[in-house]
Each structure stands twice: as structure tokens, then as C-alpha cells.
């Protein structure tokens, strides 16, 4: 069973930044693409970035492009989100989850992110 575990989250001013880590509990050779997901407050879970363990390509969602960076650590089965010039809109619950494409089989407990305007 693959164990994903968030951290980095807490509250930042608007305009500032924050790093988000997840670390596998093992590699997760079953599954191809790591992806950041959130769910704001009486929203749905919306897709956040995506990256592959093998190529590291990226796919980010519009809302984030040129503010957020994801990336990965194959040797420490890490994958790390970079949050730049943050807004209150990007407070969210956020949720690292492992898959194979667009599909995500395995997730983290997730965590909170508070921008302050």
C-alpha cells in the first residue's frame, strides 16, 4: 500500500509563497504520474499539477500557471509544489495523490493552505 504525506502547508499573506512536499512511503512503481489536487471551502476537488516520475513532464491547471512549480526527487520518492505570489483564492485544502495518467489510485491526508488577503 502506497502512503502519500503532505506537509508544508500554513497560513502566508497574499503575495507571498509556500512550498508543499509529499513523500511516498515506498516507490510507487505501479503508478506513472504524481499530481497536486485542492478543494476550497464549498468547492469540488479541482486538479492543481501533474508530474511524471519518468521525463518529469508537467501539466499545471490555468488558474496557477506562472505562480506554482512542481517537481519531483525520484531517490527520495518526493514530490515538492512551489507556490508563488499566492491569493486569497488559492486557500484550499491540498491533496498529493499518485497514479497511472489522469488517473489517481492513491492519496494523501492533505493539507492546509490559508492565503490572507
Known amino acids: 500500500q502506497v502512503q502519500l504525506v503532505e506537509s508544508g502547508g500554513g497560513l502566508v499573506q497574499a503575495g507571498g509563497s509556500l512550498r508543499l512536499s509529499c513523500a511516498a512511503s515506498?516507490?510507487?512503481?505501479?503508478?506513472?504520474?504524481m499530481g497536486w489536487f485542492r478543494r476550497a471551502p464549498g468547492k469540488e476537488r479541482e486538479f492543481v499539477a501533474s508530474?511524471?516520475?519518468?521525463?518529469?513532464?508537467?501539466a499545471y491547471a490555468d488558474s496557477v500557471k506562472g505562480r506554482f512549480t512542481i517537481s519531483r526527487d525520484n531517490a527520495k520518492n518526493t514530490v515538492n509544489l512551489q507556490m508563488n505570489s499566492l491569493k486569497p483564492e488559492d486557500t484550499a485544502v491540498y491533496y498529493c495523490?499518485?497514479?497511472?495518467?489522469?488517473?489517481?489510485?492513491?492519496w494523501g491526508q492533505g493539507t492546509q493552505v490559508t492565503v490572507s488577503s
Open positions: 495523490a499518485a497514479g497511472i495518467g489522469t488517473s489517481y489510485m492513491h
Open positions: 515506498r516507490r510507487t512503481f505501479s503508478t506513472s504520474t
Open positions: 508530474i511524471r516520475w519518468s521525463g518529469g513532464s508537467t
